[in-house]
Every structure is written in C-alpha cells, then in structure tokens.
C-alpha cells in the first residue's frame, strides 16, 4: 500500500510562504549564532532586520545545521499521520544538515523515509522542492517523487553576483571562487554552485555589467531548452533583483516565476547586496 508523500526541506531554499502553504511543504531551519544569541534562520530574524544588522555589525554571526531532534520530530510526526516523506536538502558541502537528516532517520522505517542531497541551496534547491510537492500532490509514490527531485537536480542551476567576496571568504565557502581574493576585492564576482560547490565564474568591473553578464550566462545555459523556469534572489537588494528577474524572464521566455529572498544563514556568507536568479529547464 503506498502512502502519501509529503515533503520536508531547509530554510535555506526560501521558498515563498505561498507555495510552503498550498503544499504543505515542512521547512526545518539552520541555527544563525551570532555572538550570545541563537536564531532559527528565517523564523526568529528574518532577512530584512538581518541584512541591516549584518551591515553595522562588529561580530559576525555564524551558522550551523538543525539539531537531529528536529528532523526526528518531523519525521515521527509525519510518518504517525501515514505520510512517506522525501526530504531535500542543503549540499552537504555547504552544511552539514544532511548528517542531521541521517542521524534522525536512524531507527524509523527505511522504506518510509528518502534523503536527497539537492547539491544547491536556495531557489535552485526551492525547484526541486516545488516539482517533488507537486508529484506528491497528483498521487505519486516516494520513490517516483524522489525521481521527480532527482531529474530535476538535474537541470537547475543558480548564478548570483555578490557585492564583496568578503563573506564567502570569511565562511570558509569559497570553494574555486577563492581565486578572485586579493587584488578582486574591488571587482564584482559572477558565482554560481556547482556540485554543491561555490564556484566562480568570471568577474567584472562593475555592478551593471555584472548583471548584464549575469543574464547572458542564464540565456547561456537555457538556451535551446523548454520549459524555463526562474526565480529572482536577493539579499537586502528587492529593486535591482525584480528589475533582473523581469529582464531574464522576457528573454528566456520563461513559463514560471518566481521571487525569493536569500536566507539570513546564506547571507550570512554571500553577504548584503547578492542578487541571483535560479533557473530549471525541462
């Protein structure tokens, strides 16, 4: 007998609040330290309060991953309402949420419980998610709505550009982007995640043509590929990411958008200023 399928993800998809609502996505949030004070990403600061904190700030928060005990809880409540559950989640390369997803898992039934490494995070992360959710919602099984997650991993990406490499370099999450340091400071880098990597793609002299690239490289990568799907990202910057988003969106004749903020944990390492847009194909 299958069951019902519902989905459980992290706070650095940031999906928007409409979505989470129509399919009952389950949303487990990474801790922000910062100095003697713990925050839920996304629930006890959320992005606005935090990226103009985060501007002023002396110390600079750090992040970590979801006690065990909140997937446990989660997974227990999800499985005694006759739920299977698909749990997507950060790159394990970026946090170590998964080994808390694994960790919780231990001991509850095997066949009822599928963990994914979406090798992202944010929107990127947020379309496999939404494709996962909306096979749940038309009867597929686990196993086809891990298939669902899996084929669309597949075919999304996320490119952003960042104000300063300052964060990343901080947090450690640099990845290929660290040779940009030193002499780029100035420079405004183009990055994306690949493998659930922060790498770099190129950098350019400025903010504009920063953007300008930014579309080019999305037009790029979906060219010749149909459905397009999109989703603007931003960090304390509403304006310059709708203006972008509004931009790719004529150019890539995408068929769904979406707009997102970038999570206070992932800000916490791309810093305030980040503008992106994810992208699924097919």
């Given amino acids: 007998m299958s069951h019902k399928v519902a989905i ?27 100095g003697k004070e713990i925050f839920k990403d996304g629930i006890d600061i959320l992005p606005t309060e935090f990226y103009h904190r985060l501007q002023n700030a002396k110390i600079i928060p750090t992040t970590s991953q979801p006690p065990v005990q909140n997937f446990k809880a989660i997974f227990t409540q999800l499985l005694n309402e006759d739920y299977d559950v698909l749990t997507i989640l950060i790159s394990d390369k970026l946090s170590g949420t998964l080994d808390s ?3 919780a898992a231990k001991g509850l039934p095997e066949d009822r419980i599928r963990i994914l490494d979406s090798y992202t995070t944010s929107m990127a992360m947020g379309f496999q998610v939404i494709m996962a959710a909306r096979a749940a919602e038309d009867g597929k099984d686990l196993n086809e709505c891990l298939k669902v997650a899996e084929e669309t991993r597949d075919n999304t990406g996320v490119v952003f550009v960042v104000d300063t490499l300052e964060f990343l370099h901080r947090g450690g999450r640099i990845g290929g982007g660290a040779r940009f340091l030193g002499t780029a400071l100035k420079l405004k880098p183009i990055l994306e995640v690949v493998g659930g990597r922060v790498e770099a793609v190129e950098r350019v002299r400025t903010k504009n043509k920063a953007n300008n690239r930014l579309l080019e490289i999305i037009e790029e990568r979906t060219r010749g590929k149909s459905p397009v799907r999109l989703a603007g990202l931003h960090a304390n910057a509403m304006e310059d990411a709708q203006v972008l988003l509004e931009r790719a969106k004529k150019r890539t004749n995408a068929v769904e958008t979406f707009f997102s903020k970038v999570s206070p944990v992932i800000g916490t390492h791309t810093g305030p200023g980040t503008i992106g847009l994810a992208y699924m194909t097919g």
């Fill in 101 to 103: 997803a694994y960790q």
């Fill in 8 to 34: 459980v993800t992290d706070s650095t998809a940031y999906l928007p609040q409409d979505l989470i609502d129509h399919y009952r996505i389950r949303v487990t949030p990474l801790v922000l330290i910062w």
